[in-house]
């Protein structure tokens, strides 16, 4: 699957590093490919002496940092080596597998690794790398906003070292649905999963819930004999466990609740006594106030195929009243169907700017102006509105182009490097509104 996977030897010899320890490093060039680098968190106690577990991570914007950051409090805590691939984002499948090649030739080369705490993660479509990493030589993935389609993926069953997989999605998440099922697939093939939510959309988690799966990965290594079982860590993690349920339980989030105490139950049955959280798990399960929060859940995830189903067989130029109509229902939050219209709302501005982008690549401006409004119509973000100026000055419509970029400052552009080191605003260079609008934004002090 992976060449250098096979080629390199996890937790050969490591060379000595000169990297800095305890902060985020943003950019490490690749010894053996200058042209692939990556973010790194080294835990201020790293040294040789010893064998670490690392956590490789991948972005869907190719921002390596943003994970390393995301995980290197709880990597700090627990021990852990972060690396992010500035190089892997969303696209092409060649261009991911050679970043990660890259990346792993690289840290095994470079650090004391652990070949037995091998872990990855990646958000949203970067999850692939972080599958394909996991299931070929990871002791746990854990998946952010993402997964794959349970019927394309192969599993080794007979694989020497079990998996553990940690999911975690926002609840109003497009992606919600299909981490759920591919964990349920997981699970039947002998997984040891572990299902989070947050109140969010299609995104990374929260750092609570990175230093979750962190703690979590802990609780399987010490079950499989690949971290010492000390009886603090594991009193800390479980009473860890028991505040978030008990937290849950006492802000009426019942099913939650129910779901952080059965997964004590589950996690800490070889380690602790778990008789009492079970049976709260149980109770809280089978309450009528769980019982109603996941038929809700259901039903939103019902409608949202629905809805997605619809606006796959419905022409481009009747989404807009549609748009709208979704936009007020996810504004009545928590009442009612906000959880599906947002989710439907996030999976339509995500296939209208690649679709854009695709017709920007195939010089189709018209096409991509079309779907670059209907984007910044569901999220009128700056980049958006960057994304349709583009679009506009390539098609030499400076005027509208200029408007959008006002539309960007608006929404909030601070950075006017955006726009001066981006070729295609060179049409809109000598236009006097142009200049308005950088002069508009500050310059960096």
């Known amino acids: 699957m992976l060449t250098v996977l096979a080629g390199v030897a996890a937790g050969q010899e490591a060379s000595p590093s000169p990297l800095p320890t305890g902060r985020v490093v943003d950019s490490v060039v690749c010894l053996h490919d200058p042209s692939q680098s990556y973010a790194l968190y ?50 092409p499948m060649a261009p991911i597998l050679a970043a990660m090649d890259a990346l792993w030739r690289d840290t095994q080369t470079r650090f004391a690794i652990d070949p037995n705490r091998i872990y990855s993660t990646g958000s949203s479509g970067a999850t692939s790398p972080a599958i394909l990493l996991g299931f070929a030589q990871g002791a746990g993935v854990i998946a952010c906003a993402g997964a794959l389609d349970a019927r394309s993926v192969h599993y080794p069953k007979d694989r020497v070292k079990p998996l553990s997989w940690f999911g975690v999605a926002g609840i109003a998440d ?31 988690p929260p750092k609570e819930v990175a230093r979750q799966a962190i703690e979590w990965m802990e609780i399987q290594a010490i079950k499989s004999g690949d971290r010492k079982r000390d009886p603090s860590v594991i009193d800390a993690l479980f009473q860890g466990g028991l505040v978030r349920a008990r937290e849950r ?15 004590l139950a589950r996690d800490f049955a070889e380690l602790k006594p778990v008789a009492e959280v079970e049976a709260k798990a149980r109770a809280l399960y089978e309450s009528k106030q769980a019982r109603t929060a996941r038929r809700c859940l259901k039903e939103a995830s019902r409608r949202q195929q629905e809805e997605m189903a619809s606006f796959a067989e419905t022409t481009r130029d009747l989404w807009s009243s549609r748009i709208e109509r979704l936009k007020k229902e996810a504004a009545r939050k928590p009442a009612g169907d906000w959880i599906c219209a947002r989710r439907v ?17 195939k010089r189709d401006y018209a096409a991509a102006i079309a779907d670059f409004r209907l984007s910044v119509g569901i999220e009128p973000s700056a980049m958006a509105y960057i994304a349709l100026s583009r679009a506009l000055a390539l098609q030499k419509d400076k005027r509208k182009a200029i408007d959008a970029l006002w539309s960007a400052v608006a929404a909030g552009l601070r950075d006017r490097a955006v726009l001066e080191r981006e070729k295609d605003f060179d049409v809109l260079r000598q236009e006097p509104e142009y200049l308005e609008v950088l002069e508009s934004i500050a310059p960096p002090e």
């Open 249 to 263: 339980e006492a802000a009426g989030r019942v099913d939650e609740a129910a779901t952080e105490y059965a997964a």
């Open 174 to 204: 497009f992606n919600y649905p299909l981490m759920e099922s591919f964990g349920r697939h997981l699970q039947k093939l002998g997984v040891a999963t572990r299902f989070v939510t947050f109140d969010g959309r299609h995104s990374w």
């Open 345 to 361: 709302l996030d999976y339509l501005h995500i296939v209208t700017m690649e679709a854009a982008r695709e017709s920007m690549e």
């Open 42 to 91: 080294l835990p201020s106690g790293y040294d040789t002496q010893r064998r670490w577990p690392i956590l490789y991570a991948f972005a869907p914007n190719g921002r390596g940092s943003m994970p390393v950051n995301l995980f290197s409090e709880a990597a700090e805590d627990y021990g852990y080596i972060v690396v992010g691939s500035n190089n892997s984002k969303n696209g």
